[in-house]
Each structure stands twice: as C-alpha cells, then as structure tokens.
C-alpha cells in the first residue's frame, strides 16, 4: 500500500454559487473565505458564536445577540477588536452583499491563529466571520405533527467546569447528547444537569405548560438564555398565561399539558412525546400554536432593518 499523500479535490461548498462571507473586515467569495489550520478555534474550539435570524429584511433581536457574544467573549477573555456597531454594521452589510431578506446568520469568533500550545495569549488576533445564507427550515412535518424527543445519558456541562451560559465553539457536550437521541430513535435530546434537573435540548430550550402557567428552567440548570426563549416568555401574557423560571425534573414534562421548544432555527415547536409517554393529548398543543402563532406575528414586526 503506498503511504503518499495525495492531494483529493474538496468537496463542493454549500450555499449558493457566490455566497459572499465578511471574513476579518472583507466581504470575499466563499471559496477565498478560508482559515488557518492554527486557528485555536479549529484547534481547540476557542472562541465564542451566535446563530441569528433575518425575517422579512429585518435582523430579529441583533442586539440581544450582539450582548450575550460580548458577554461570552468577556467571559473567556476574549477581545473581538470590533465594538458592537462596527459588527451590527458587519452583520448587516454581509446581508446586504448577498440580497438576504430571510437568512440564517451565523457570526463566529475565534482566538485566532497561534501555536500548537494552548496558551491564548500566543494568538495575537481573533478571527471574525459572518456567514448569511438562506434559511434551511426544519420540515413542516415537525410543527404540524410534533417532535418525539428522549432524554439522555449525557447530562449538560457543569457550569463549574464550562459554564452553558457561554456560546463557545465547543459543542461536543451536545452533540455527544444528539448523537444519544439519534441512537434512541430521537430526533432531539433532553439534557439534564448534574443534579437531575431539566436543562435543554442541544440546541433548543425547553418548556413546558401546566394550565396557565409557562415554565423553563433556569441558566442555573444549565440552560443558555435563549433569545428565542425570552422572546416567548415575553408573549406569554399576551396569550393569557404566566412565565416562571424554576428547576423541574422530568416528571414535570411527563405529566405536563404541553412541551415545546425554542430556537433561533426550530423557532417553537411542539414536542408531543418524550421518553415513549405521549405529552398531553399526543399532539400539537393549543396553547403552543398561540405562541408559534404570536411568535411569527412579532418575527414580522420587529427587528433592525437590513
Ligand atoms: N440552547 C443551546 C445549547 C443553544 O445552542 C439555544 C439553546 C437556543 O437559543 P436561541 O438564542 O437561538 O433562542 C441554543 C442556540 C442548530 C444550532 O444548528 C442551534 C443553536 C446553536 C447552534 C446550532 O440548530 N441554538
């Protein structure tokens, strides 16, 4: 067997034919938007993103997103070198380039290139990119008939040891989690903290209804502050019920009325079974479709103009 490299072709790139990428303060063609092998946060996923969403030419909730990616750079020393208008206005301008009115944005910085040792301060420069593309939808399916999602083994990091509370590049907690439900027949995990409690799916927060009152549980249970998770706690009473951040096991969720989700990229979506108990009456809740309802309603009416 011969033991030379060879060099293979690259697969193509997703995206459309000339999906242009701000990399380090340029707007480049997607072939030329590419990164050092020393980059820390291909090398040990340091660094820090956000998942973001534009509807109808508007960036939902880009401040919130803009803070909590400061608050996760501050939180691991991490200077972006870019104040929040200078990347709102980055943010905006990628979108711009690719005449994106609905897109998927995804903002990442990274320590940037260093040497092979861990040490952070060996890298002199983040690297920044933004990538905007078109929306990749979960199938409708999900919403009509509702998610079947099991809990498992894998609990959510400790935030003693890597608080969840930091959207850092390193994700293999969660998809130790996915990889889990997907061997169970699931298309999502439920996470649990250390102690037993309730955290998040891996990369969606969870809820549950019990008659008027909405309930989620909080960042000390390992759950991130979802935007998406404020956003319809904030709805709540506009559909008549109240919202409570408390620790709660799974025997809440299995005797709830209704479960959802929350996401920038799910949206809500309604979870009719978990662990083979079916949720209430086994099928989308009515007071989730109000607030799928009411949470569309506010996607296309608020939000910064592209
Ligand atoms: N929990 C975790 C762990 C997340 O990563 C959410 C909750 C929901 O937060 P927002 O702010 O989006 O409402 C997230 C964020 C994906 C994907 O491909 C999703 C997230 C992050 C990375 C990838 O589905 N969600």
Do not use: W
């Amino acid at each position: 067997m011969s033991t030379e490299v060879k060099a293979v072709p690259a697969p193509p790139l997703p995206g459309g034919p000339s999906l242009q990428i701000y990399l380090n303060g340029a707007l480049v063609p997607k072939e030329q938007a590419v990164l050092s092998v020393f980059d820390h946060g291909l090398l040990y996923g340091d660094g820090v993103f956000e998942g973001i969403r534009a509807y109808n030419g508007r960036v939902f909730r880009l401040k919130e997103h803009l803070d909590r990616l400061f608050r996760s750079a501050q939180a691991i020393v991490l200077d972006i070198g870019m104040t929040q208008d200078e990347l709102q206005t980055a943010v905006l301008q990628t979108l711009q380039a690719n005449a994106l009115r609905d897109a998927y944005i995804r903002l990442v910085v990274t320590r940037g290139v260093g040497d092979l040792g861990l040490d952070p301060k060996k890298c002199p420069r983040p690297t920044v990119f933004i990538i905007a593309d078109k929306i990749a939808l979960y199938p409708k399916e999900c919403y009509s008939q509702g998610l079947e999602v099991n809990t498992v083994s894998t609990r959510r990091n400790s935030s003693q040891a890597l608080n969840p509370n930091i959207k850092s590049l390193n994700y293999l907690n969660n998809i130790l989690a996915k990889i889990e439900a997907g061997v169970s027949g699931a298309r999502e995990a439920i996470m649990l903290s250390l102690e037993g409690y309730v955290a998040e799916c891996t990369g969606d927060n969870i809820f549950f209804i019990k008659g008027k009152r909405l309930v989620t549980p909080p960042s000390t249970a390992g759950a991130l502050e979802g935007i998406t998770r404020g956003a319809v706690m904030q709805l709540s009473s506009t559909v008549g019920m109240t919202a409570e951040e408390r620790l709660f096991t799974t025997f809440d969720l299995y005797t709830a009325d209704e479960v959802f989700l929350t996401g920038t990229a799910a949206e809500v979506i309604p979870v009719v079974k978990i662990d083979a108990r079916p949720i209430g009456s086994g099928t989308p809740g009515h007071q989730t479709k109000r607030l799928i309802e009411a949470f569309h309603t506010l996607t296309q009416q608020e939000g910064v103009p592209i």
